[in-house]
């Protein structure tokens, strides 16, 4: 199953009968440049540890619920990643999160019906850097180019930028939290002349997880999360 022999009648003699090591020349090809991850990184401190879960009131009117439901090595490469179940008003999605030495990564993204089927999958490559492993600093930024390849639609090219505005106090219906707040900006399209862009804010606690997000139309604080601390 990993060697074929080869048959070339132009080599020399001792030399035309050749053994391949095709499982070797699988690998290389398929990681050379998709190196796997591995959970390097603090996921205490990422807010990325099995079985945590959150809750969030929206301006919906629907709760969104978040739940670490396990770690996938099927989903980008043979990397090991963080799978966060993700519900509101019946739609269902599972984000794929690469935690390494580097901080947070996001790889893409399932989305689910009602019964659990697969209807839509989302893989960035390279994956966006959502997040530092470590506090960062007013002012930080990072950005990142990077595909987005679905299943149902045609490969975009999206730029994902992020610069770190504040370190505050959050309110939010679990208590009040210092949080970073990080706003995310988003180009895509492949006409760099006339990208579509999107921007979203995110409050960031250590710790704890993301404790409020507000983007175009949308808006959701932390209801509840078994990563808070006992009171």
Do not use: C
Request: hydrophobic share 30%; net charge negative; aromatic share 12%.
């Amino acid at each position: 199953e990993r060697r074929v022999l080869t048959y070339t009648p132009s080599n020399p003699a001792a030399w035309q009968v050749e053994m391949g090591n095709i499982g070797q020349h699988y690998y290389r090809w398929r990681y050379q440049f998709t190196p796997p991850s591995a959970l390097s990184g603090d996921q205490t401190y990422l807010a990325m540890d099995q079985g945590d879960q959150w809750q969030y009131t929206t301006t919906s009117g629907s709760d969104e619920n978040w739940q670490i439901t396990g770690t996938s090595r099927s989903f980008s490469g043979g990397s090991q990643l963080v799978a966060r179940l993700e519900e509101i008003s019946g739609n269902r999605q599972i984000t794929y999160w690469g935690v390494t030495t580097s901080g947070l990564d996001l790889y893409g993204t399932d989305q689910l019906d009602a019964t659990g089927k697969l209807t839509d999958s989302t893989v960035y490559w390279p994956p966006i850097h959502y997040f530092p492993d470590h506090d960062p600093y007013v002012g930080q930024s990072w950005s990142t180019e990077t595909t987005a390849i679905s299943i149902n639609a045609p490969p975009k090219e999206i730029t994902v930028s992020a610069q770190v505005i504040a370190w505050q106090i959050v309110s939010t219906p679990a208590g009040l939290t210092n949080a970073w707040k990080v706003n995310y900006v988003g180009w895509t399209g492949n006409d760099a002349q006339n990208p579509s862009e999107g921007t979203t804010s995110y409050w960031f606690a250590p710790d704890i997880g993301t404790v409020q997000w507000v983007t175009d139309g949308f808006a959701a604080q932390l209801k509840s999360a078994t990563t808070l601390a006992p009171k």
